[in-house]
Nanobody, 118 residues
Framework: QVQLVESGGGLVQPGGSLRLSCAASGSFFNIAAMGWYRQAPGKQRELVASITTGGSTDYTDSVKGRFAISRDNAKNTVDLQMNSLKPEDTAVYYC????????????WGQGTQVTVSS
């Protein structure tokens, strides 16, 4: 049994900030990478940011310089600090974990809503 629980979403004004958190619990082992995806209504899910166990990060171009991903390997948590939020950042944000033997397993959280509006 594995579970990913996201938190920290909400409604913010343009230019504001939010910090999303994801906690992995249960039978996860050998977590290789954790990341955040987002999906707006009518659009495809896209990778926002990811981080490996070694600390290597990757960001989609639209959030570079505004978002920062961090991970606590011991606690199996990953956070996404989102600054200078724009209306186009509005989406459901999902936590993703790559784990297991040969990093072949994939797990998803249920998502947390982020709405950027004045």
């Amino acid at each position: 049994q594995v579970q990913l629980v996201e938190s920290g979403g909400g409604l913010v004004q343009p230019g504001g900030s939010l910090r999303l958190s994801c906690a992995a619990s249960g039978s996860f082992f050998n977590i290789a990478a954790m990341g955040w995806y987002r999906q707006a209504p009518g659009k495809q899910r896209e990778l926002v940011a990811s981080i490996t166990t070694g600390g290597s990060t990757d960001y989609t171009d639209s959030v570079k310089g505004r978002f920062a991903i961090s991970r606590d390997n011991a606690k199996n948590t990953v956070d996404l600090q989102m600054n200078s939020l724009k209306p186009e950042d509005t989406a459901v944000y999902y936590c993703n974990v790559v784990w297991g033997l040969a990093a072949r397993a994939r797990s998803w959280g249920q998502g947390t809503q982020v709405t950027v509006s004045s």
